[in-house]
């Protein structure tokens, strides 16, 4: 590979020391970009990244603006990051990492995605995510409880819906339909008994498990 790029230096090298830079009648011919590749996108449709990226047709490929690339990629709500490929003499690849949404945010009529870095993402109705857990707080409130879900290794892929309330504690419904109302404080080793629970023959039996007194759990 480092053989390749200085293999494709020195002939640059060599062009460049033939050619004046304001000859264009050399470069606009031979370098111009006339194929624009994007890859690994699944949400963001490869038009959406074209109709952004449309300008760059025609420019030439040793002289375009990284940066002004970034600025129109970076208005794609669903673009986390990409990595640019030059193919010489003409050609781009354009390799897009999408942000990945884990629950949909429901603050009162509102929707959005939002993803595992804390990011909110308009929302739009996709099949590979219809399934997400919503939540029913505000994301600043499911920021601090997402990570301490993450910190007892809680599976967030068990959760169907999460509900804050005012009096600053969560209930959580699982996708087996049962209700976990939690306390507002310390609620981490409420959540660390649920999951110990499941080893029990009659766990599935129980439909709410209330912790919202202290040191007391409430079966029904």
Request: proline share 2%; aromatic share 16%; net charge positive.
């Amino acid at each position: 590979m480092k053989k390749k790029r200085l293999l494709i230096a020195l002939i640059m090298l060599l062009l460049l020391s033939t050619y004046s830079i304001q000859d264009h009648s050399f470069f606009s011919s031979k370098f111009n970009i006339k194929k624009i590749i994007i890859q690994n996108n699944l949400i963001i449709e490869n038009e959406i990244v074209e109709k952004k990226l449309s300008y760059l047709y025609d420019e030439n490929i040793l002289f375009f603006s990284r940066k002004n690339l970034e600025i129109k990629l970076k208005e794609i709500s669903f673009i986390e990051s990409f990595k640019i490929k030059k193919i010489y003499p003409d050609k781009l690849i354009v390799k897009i990492f999408e942000k990945k949404p884990i629950a949909i945010i429901q603050n009162k009529k509102e929707k959005n995605y939002y993803t595992e870095k804390g990011e909110i993402i308009n929302f739009s109705e996709l099949e590979m995510y219809k399934n997400l857990p919503i939540v029913f707080a505000d994301k600043d409130n499911f920021k601090v409880f997402y990570f301490k879900l993450n910190k007892i290794k809680f599976p967030i892929d068990t959760i169907k819906t999460f509900y804050f309330f005012d009096s600053r504690r969560w209930d959580i419904v699982t996708i087996t339909n049962q209700l976990i109302k939690l306390p507002a404080e310390n609620y981490e080793k409420s959540l660390k008994n649920f999951l110990g629970l499941k080893d029990y023959n009659n766990f599935y039996k129980y439909k709410v498990f209330d912790y919202r007194i202290q040191d007391q759990l409430i079966l029904k």
